[in-house]
């Protein structure tokens, strides 16, 4: 496993993840054992934020279409 926690904090309006912290085990972030009884910055391994999310934009048709080229789609 690469991690022991992973905590997702969700917008309760949109239902969006905002974000997400992922801890590890103590033996691979170079921490003390005891740092597995608690969440902590010595295994925090990764923080995302998600912010400046525009609710409202429509991007255009193209952008999911499996024909553009600009995604080199496999198939």
């Known amino acids: 496993q690469d991690y022991r ?8 309006l949109t239902a969006l993840p905002m974000c997400v912290k992922n801890y590890g085990w103590s033996d691979r972030c170079g921490a003390p054992e005891s740092a597995n009884d608690r969440l902590t910055d010595e295994t925090l391994i990764e923080f995302y934020a998600f912010t400046g999310i525009r609710y409202q934009s429509r991007l255009p048709d193209i952008e999911f279409d499996q024909a553009n080229t ?3 789609f496999h198939r």
């Open 5 to 12: 926690t992973s905590l997702i904090f969700v917008d309760k």
């Open 70 to 72: 600009r995604y080199k």
